[in-house]
């Protein structure tokens, strides 16, 4: 890693901070030792820094996706799921070709999804895997991150697993055996103890994520698994009330809310992430936002399965954490940050308008202003951080990690803009990534990856899928 880069004449800076601090007045960056130093105009070159010409280009943070499954790189547009709900989609594809995943299709899935995310603008990955089932052969956690460091991004896994079958997973194609609690605490304490980092700018880090606790957990189970990873020291994940089936299934089998049984289980607070939230009461709203429980909000697969639009501008006021994630890609059919943060900014504004009540009753004319592009940017930037606890990450200033991606407006979809800096959200696509760097390091540059052959990543993903197809 070059110790000291001098980044020069950006057109424009966005930070992902809030309000008046969304944008810089800089129009250089000095990065070093892996942190970003100086912000200014005119920052003069000292001997040894290496110059990167940003000229006609924005810069943003590095994108932190805070929910994935990377595993389903290789599973997108499946036929048999292309127009289903969740849980008949859950059925015709995760659950059926999740028995089919050992060691290698699982790192040829996550490198196909990390570089799809890196040449998006992403620089931190939280990836929910949950393949786990006693007696495996391969260590699917180690895997993950070692594919994660090659390619040089900060990366958290969100351990998933369950210790019961759901009704979903029951039958012979779907069943994958369950693993004991104590099987589970002790690999997720394995997982943690080798690889969780805390304080400043970590680089990896842990989650304890049941894949989904309302139904992967035995009810007495819930309180043990929590304060197990507050005892050691890792956060808490899980998919929660992604669709109406998430109420119906807890008021009746536990007479309560989603919500509302996290809460009386210790499952709520500033260190648990909850992906999707998509049908939630005003109740459930407002222990989401006195507890600052996180949201990694997922707008593509929510529209993609049909579930609904989150109330993500809600519980932001509430004071709920919310990020961005893509969630898998085979209920996404892509998985990049760039068209995940362009789908929210359209979405969110297009739902507040088709929300407002006809006339006479109605206000007429409103919803534009509903999300901002800085808003969003500071979502999938400094609101992920904060939901996954990479302190000192996600934010372009002094003493910050300089992860940052520059774009440059290259392609005529962005000819014409009178504000460059919005292009990357507002105009959609996929700009140029003229440089990606985490920690400082260049990771990307000119669109290219070091060492990565994408005419052979390919040729192996084309393969592979014909023989999953096989497989099944």
């Known amino acids: ?9 950006a057109n424009s800076i966005l930070t992902g901070m809030r309000g008046g601090d969304a944008r810089s007045k800089a129009t250089d960056l000095r990065i070093e030792q892996g942190v970003i130093t100086e912000m200014g105009r005119s920052l003069m070159q000292r001997p040894g820094d290496k110059v990167l010409d940003a000229s006609d280009c924005v810069i943003y943070p590095g994108w932190i996706n805070t929910h994935h499954h990377l595993f389903q790189s290789l599973l997108k547009g499946v036929p048999a799921g292309i127009n289903q709900t969740l849980s008949p989609w859950l059925q015709s594809v ?20 990390i570089i799809e995310l890196m040449l998006s ?4 990955i939280a990836d929910h895997h949950y393949i786990y089932y006693p007696g495996m052969s391969y260590d699917a956690s180690a895997a993950l991150f070692d594919e994660a460091a090659a390619l040089g991004v900060r990366f958290m896994l969100l351990r998933g697993g369950a210790t019961t079958t759901r009704k979903l997973e029951a039958n012979d194609l779907n069943y994958v055996e369950p693993e004991t609690l104590e099987g589970m605490l002790s690999d997720v304490e394995r997982t943690a103890t080798r690889f969780h980092q805390n304080g400043l700018r970590p680089h990896t880090r842990v989650a304890m994520a049941p894949t989904t606790v309302t139904v992967s957990l035995q009810r007495h189970e819930l309180k043990t698994v929590a304060r197990a990873a507050r005892d050691m020291g890792i956060p808490l994940h899980t998919h929660m009330s992604e669709t109406v089936s998430y109420m119906e299934h807890c008021r009746e089998a536990f007479g309560c809310l989603p919500i509302e049984y996290l809460a009386e289980n210790e499952w709520v607070g500033p260190d648990v992430s909850l992906a999707h939230l998509v049908h939630l009461t005003d109740v459930e709203r407002k222990i989401l936002g006195q507890t600052g429980t996180g949201m990694a909000h997922c707008p593509q697969s929510n529209a993609r399965l049909a ?16 990020s961005i994630g893509v969630d898998g890609a085979a209920s996404n059919e892509a998985a990049d940050m760039i068209s995940e943060v362009h789908f929210c900014w359209l979405m969110h504004r297009a739902h507040a308008g088709a929300a407002t009540l006809p006339r006479p009753q109605g206000a007429g004319e ?5 999300t901002t592009v800085e808003q969003v940017i500071h979502w999938a930037t400094a609101g992920g951080a904060r939901t996954l606890g990479f302190d000192g990450v996600g934010t372009l200033a002094i003493g910050q990690a300089a992860d940052l991606a520059i774009y440059d407006l290259d392609s005529p979809r962005y000819f014409g803009l009178h504000d460059m800096a919005i292009g990357p959200v507002v105009s959609g696509g996929r700009p140029s990534l003229k440089w990606l760097l985490v920690g400082g390091r260049i990771v990307v540059e000119d669109d290219a990856i070091p060492g990565v052959d994408m005419a052979e990543l390919r040729a192996q993903a084309r393969a592979d899928v014909m023989r999953l197809v096989e497989d099944i």
């Open 1 to 9: 890693m070059t110790n000291s880069i001098l980044i020069k004449n």
């Open 366 to 370: 409103s919803g534009a202003d509903s």
């Open 121 to 124: 603008g992403c620089t931190t």
């Open 307 to 322: 579930d609904g639009v989150a109330p993500a501008p809600a519980l932001e006021r509430l004071g709920a954490a919310v």
């Open 94 to 113: 995760p659950f059926i070709y999740r028995r089919y995943f050992n060691e290698e299709r699982l790192r040829l899935a996550a490198r196909i999804g």
